[in-house]
């Protein structure tokens, strides 16, 4: 995903996307503050309100949009690595949690001698609306950008299969 940012860094795209991000923060504040002032909501639309705005105070716009897109490319490019959609869903949400330190936490392994790290995962209705959040966000951009990926990829491949023929005509 880098690869593709650095290959178009003037395209408007990625500004639009990382102001798309950043008005999602500002909904999450906004949404937090009519909660201090005691506007009720569900725990679970609080929850997913309060990821989006610790992921926001953690992570720069450019890193989201990078992580989101390059989910979306994983699908294109592995389908095979998430068995539905909701499997895709809850990867999309644990990827988007792991650009905070709010959510990991580390441990030592005594067997391996190493220190690991684990990602909390959310509640699973708390995922639902976080991934319709981050669906609204980048979906569209994701899709788009996985198909251009695909194109390029069909590319290359016909250019190598027409060399591979033209080399056999030679002989």
């Known amino acids: 995903m880098t ?3 650095e290959k178009n860094p003037s395209n408007p795209t990625w500004s639009i996307l990382c102001d798309r991000w950043d ?3 500002a909904s999450a504040q906004a949404a937090d503050a009519e909660y201090q002032s005691g506007v009720a909501f569900s725990r679970n639309e609080r929850e997913a309100w ?3 705005e610790k992921v926001g105070n953690s992570a720069n716009a450019i890193q989201v949009v990078t992580a989101m897109l390059a989910m979306y490319l994983m699908r294109n490019d592995c389908p095979h690595q998430f068995k539905s959609e909701e499997g895709f ?3 999309l ?5 792991a650009l905070a330190p709010h959510y990991s936490g580390e441990y030592y392994d005594l067997h391996t001698g190493k220190t690991k790290r684990v990602y909390r995962d959310t509640r699973p209705r708390t995922a ?3 991934t319709k959040l981050i669906k609204d966000t980048f979906g569209a951009a994701g899709l788009v950008v996985a198909r251009l990926e695909q194109q390029e990829i069909n590319k290359r491949q016909n250019d190598q299969k027409a060399l591979q023929e033209a080399l056999h ?3």
């Open 23 to 25: 008005a999602l923060i």
């Open 93 to 97: 949400v644990r990827r988007l949690r």
């Open 169 to 171: 005509a030679l002989a």
């Open 3 to 5: 690869a593709r940012i």
């Open 50 to 52: 309060s990821n989006i």
């Open 128 to 130: 639902v609306i976080l």
């Open 89 to 91: 869903d809850r990867q």
